[in-house]
T-cell receptor, first 115, second 110 residues
Framework: EAGVAQSPRYKIIEKRQSVAFWCNPI?????LYWYQQILGQGPKLLIQ????????DSQLPKDRFSAERLKGVDSTLKIQPAKLEDSAVYLC?????????????FGPGTRLTVL | EDQVTQSPEALRLQEGESSSLNCSYT??????LFWYRQDPGKGPEFLFT???AGEEKEKERLKATLTKKESFLHITAPKPEDSATYLC???????????FGKGTRLHILP
């Protein structure tokens, strides 16, 4: 079974530039999550989708971050404009249906460096 | 406020030296507690889910236990390949939000 795919794996940009990350979840998984993991910290949930609808985006900085999941499969996370404090690993995860304590499967992440 | 605290932050053990990692949590109502392993440059890998106090789960050299306030991840006779960061997360039953701790970096010396 193929895992969660993410691209790019690494990205270096200057502050105030824009960047986008892509995620392809495990086939058949209805729920998709984007997390931000700052060095030395645990992952922090940014947004959760159930199919193509948003379930929770309470911790997404909406003035600069946006995410979409068209057709309920792939997802993109965008940052515009980036700030120095956005330097982190952005993890995508998926689960079968997101209900209860459904197991989340994580992708390898995209490491973003903002200079 | 829901909170997860893991200790120690880092732990170095000799191969074969058993030990335990701690995850203390504060949550209004626990739906589940999760343990993940994270290798450098990779995403977290699921290990266990625990649901209620007194529950235990095992996988190879790892055993996870749960009380009403904390969980332990016991590592028996570890090997160098067990070196990783171990993350604990809790899910609250009132809103299903998942909160991760900062993790424990475990290094097993050969």
């Amino acid at each position: 079974e193929a895992g969660v795919a993410q691209s790019p794996r690494y990205k270096i940009i200057e502050k105030r530039q824009s960047v986008a990350f892509w995620c392809n979840p495990i086939s058949g998984h209805a729920t998709l999550y984007w997390y931000q993991q700052i060095l030395g910290q645990g992952p922090k949930l940014l947004i959760q989708f159930q199919n193509n609808g948003v379930v929770d985006d309470s911790q997404l900085p909406k003035d600069r971050f946006s995410a979409e999941r068209l057709k309920g499969v792939d997802s993109t996370l965008k940052i515009q404009p980036a700030k120095l404090e956005d330097s982190a690993v952005y993890l995508c995860a998926s689960s079968l249906d997101g209900g209860g304590t459904d197991t989340q499967y994580f992708g390898p992440g995209t490491r973003l460096t903002v200079l | 406020e829901d909170q997860v605290t893991q200790s120690p932050e880092a732990l170095r053990l000799q191969e074969g030296e058993s030990s335990s990692l701690n995850c203390s949590y504060t949550v209004s109502g626990l739906r589940g507690l999760f343990w993940y392993r994270q290798d450098p440059g990779k995403g977290p890998e699921f290990l266990f889910t625990l649901y209620s106090a007194g529950e235990e789960k095992e996988k190879e050299r790892l055993k996870a236990t749960l009380t009403k306030k904390e969980s332990f991840l016991h590592i028996t006779a570890p090997k160098p390949e067990d070196s990783a960061t171990y993350l604990c997360a809790v899910q609250a039953d009132r809103d299903d939000k998942i909160i991760f701790g900062k993790g424990t970096r475990l290094h097993i010396l050969p």
